[in-house]
């Protein structure tokens, strides 16, 4: 409004009701059981008189990418790194439960945060925060680091001008390449050191109020092997990760004495406290070869109504480590719809512009996308 502008003699609001915000770390029992195929990985918080964040939290993960045969580090001319978003593919599931309540169950949890983040994340987060959570979007399908490639020997009395021009190599992947130089750069070779943040994983971190005297969990189920977090070439070894320490470090406010009371007050009262957010419910499906196939899912019950639908396809990406699971198919598609209940939402505007690459449209929904998975609803 023009008045905000106009108002010189508003006062200045100094809010101290928060004294400190630092984080706490929180471990499993044990980290000698963070490599177990199939295992679970658990993380509890403890009911305590403490005012937690959750939704402001992260997961910090340290470990090293070896040899699968050997456990020595890769040599750094070699075409291996882990995968875009790789730690969220070194696990079959992961849940967040408060009390006795499961808040969410994340299934695939690579694919259904890598989709989500596609569509959120500007491009330059490849370079600033997202490398620091192994976010690097890849830029071709191929694990390729070589930038240039060489030019054709030639008698030295038969070079043409521009000959020597360093030609660009059109498979080189920039995205692995920058992967790669970070693992490539440790010491020792392989070591990483990680931090996801929650509401990387978990739609309840657009809940960004305190939570208080309740037991938090976050349980991590490992897959069988690493192969979808891995991406080499071929010709080169096979790899597997080795995790050496995972933590949870969730901020813990102490507040100032009338605000503290005051929340005190509302607790004693046993108020109902209105907590929303958009969940994220994930399924999937094994599509046959046909030319159109229809596909029955159900929304848990507690949720109203499904705010984004978000669908992708992948064919042989999960066999080996010469695929990459952290990229999609475009299977140009020609006709789609949503039909929830008894309404149809056609997509066909949509798989249009998709195909026609109209940049302004898509970054539209883009940005609508990600306000509304910023944004708490109240459900």
Not at 100 to 112: D, K, M, N
Not at 184 to 213: C, E, Q, T, W
Not at 318 to 323: C, G, H, P, R
């Amino acid at each position: 409004m023009a008045e905000d502008y106009l108002n010189i003699l508003d006062p200045i609001i100094d809010d101290n009701s928060i004294e400190s915000l630092q984080y706490s770390e929180y471990t499993p029992q044990s980290q000698s059981n963070l490599d177990n195929p199939g295992g679970t990985i658990q993380i509890d918080i403890n009911a305590s008189d403490d005012y937690l964040i959750p939704a402001k939290s992260f997961i910090h993960i340290k470990g090293q990418l070896v040899r699968s045969d050997n456990n020595n580090p890769f040599a750094d001319n070699q075409d291996i790194s882990l995968v875009n978003n790789a730690m969220m593919y070194l696990f079959e599931n992961i849940s967040y439960q408060i009390g006795s309540t499961v808040v969410e169950t994340i299934t695939s949890p690579g694919q259904i945060t890598s989709m989500l983040g596609y569509l959120s994340h500007p491009d330059d987060y490849n370079t600033c925060a997202g490398l620091m959570s192994c976010w690097c979007k890849d830029t071709t399908n191929n694990a390729i680091s070589r930038k240039y490639i060489g030019s054709v020997a030639v008698p030295a009395a038969g070079i043409a001008a521009g000959h020597l021009t360093p030609q660009e190599n059109p498979e080189y992947n920039q995205g692995f390449a920058t992967r790669k130089a970070l693992l490539m750069s440790a010491d020792p070779r392989g070591m990483f050191s990680f931090l996801i943040p929650f509401d990387h994983i978990f739609g309840f971190g657009s809940y960004n109020k305190v939570i208080y005297n309740s037991k938090h969990s976050l349980k991590f189920t490992r897959k069988s092997s690493d192969n979808q977090a891995i991406h080499r070439a071929n010709g080169v070894p096979d790899g597997k990760i080795r995790l050496t320490s995972m933590a949870w470090r969730v901020p813990q406010v102490r507040l100032e004495l009338t605000k503290l009371m005051e929340l005190r007050g509302i607790i004693e009262s046993k108020e109902i406290i209105p907590v929303g957010f958009q969940a994220r419910t994930t399924d999937s499906t094994v599509v046959t070869e046909t030319r159109a196939f229809s596909w029955r899912t159900n929304v848990l019950s507690g949720v109203e109504k499904p705010r984004w639908i978000i669908v992708g396809f992948q064919t042989n990406k999960s066999e080996n480590q010469e695929q990459n699971p952290a990229v999609f198919d475009n299977l140009n598609l020609s006709k789609a719809y949503a039909k929830l209940n008894s309404v149809i939402i056609l997509l066909k505007i949509l798989l249009l512009i998709f195909r026609q690459m109209i940049m302004p449209y898509c970054m539209k929904c883009s940005i609508i996308l990600k306000k509304n998975t910023m944004d708490s609803i109240r459900l």
